[in-house]
């Protein structure tokens, strides 16, 4: 490399440009993960739903063992819990079809917000893609002008040199 005033105004240009371009390119990097974490956060909410019918059924099924426990405690049939047990299934079938409504719903509610979110990162980012090609055409300009204005001024200082 020479060291004459244009390679070392090329070298500054070429560093800054470097320096945008990681900019951009750690936004970008930035966005994507951002929208990774949103899709993991909404793709995870089948397994909490999952979680949370699998205790339903538990705390049933341990009703039902409760009950059964109780009927075998009492001799004869002395006591019979089946309406107990159908009233309570009757609670839990309830309570199943609003929690899975709500489930739906929140689901739905969350896929949408991603939706939304993706869609407004892909235009953040096309709009920033924009702004910084726009950017490094007009600073491409400008490098141009400085090596230019660098030789024609490293040329007039050899002159005024030379004649003296």
């Known amino acids: 490399m020479s060291?004459?005033?244009?390679?070392?105004?090329?070298?500054v240009f070429d560093l800054q440009r470097t320096m945008l371009e990681q900019t951009q390119s750690a936004?970008?990097?930035?966005?994507?993960?951002?929208k990774r974490a949103m899709s993991a956060f909404v793709d995870s909410f089948d397994s909490q739903h999952s979680v949370q019918q699998e205790g339903t059924k538990m705390v049933q099924r341990?009703?039902?063992?409760?009950?059964?426990?109780?009927?075998?405690?009492?001799?004869?049939?002395?006591m019979n819990l089946d309406e107990?047990?159908?009233?309570?299934?009757?609670?839990?079938e309830q309570m199943d079809e609003m929690t899975e409504e709500s489930w739906t719903a929140v689901q739905r509610a969350?896929?949408?917000?991603?939706?939304?979110?993706?869609?407004?990162a892909?235009?953040?980012?096309?709009?920033?893609?924009?702004?910084?090609?726009?950017?490094?055409?007009?600073?491409?300009?400008?490098?141009a002008q400085?090596?230019?204005?660098?030789?024609?001024?490293?040329?007039?200082?050899?002159?005024?040199?030379?004649?003296?």
């Open 110 to 120: 969350m896929e949408e917000g991603f939706e939304a979110f993706d869609a407004m």
């Open 27 to 34: 936004m970008k990097q930035s966005v994507d993960i951002q």
């Open 62 to 78: 341990a009703l039902h063992a409760y009950l059964d426990a109780l009927e075998q405690m009492v001799p004869g049939d002395q």
């Open 3 to 11: 060291n004459s005033p244009s390679s070392t105004v090329s070298t």
């Open 122 to 143: 892909d235009v953040y980012v096309d709009a920033v893609d924009n702004s910084f090609d726009a950017f490094l055409d007009t600073y491409e300009q400008v490098e």
């Open 146 to 164: 400085a090596i230019e204005t660098a030789d024609a001024t490293a040329e007039a200082v050899q002159i005024d040199v030379e004649a003296e």
């Open 84 to 92: 107990v047990r159908q009233a309570a299934d009757q609670q839990f």
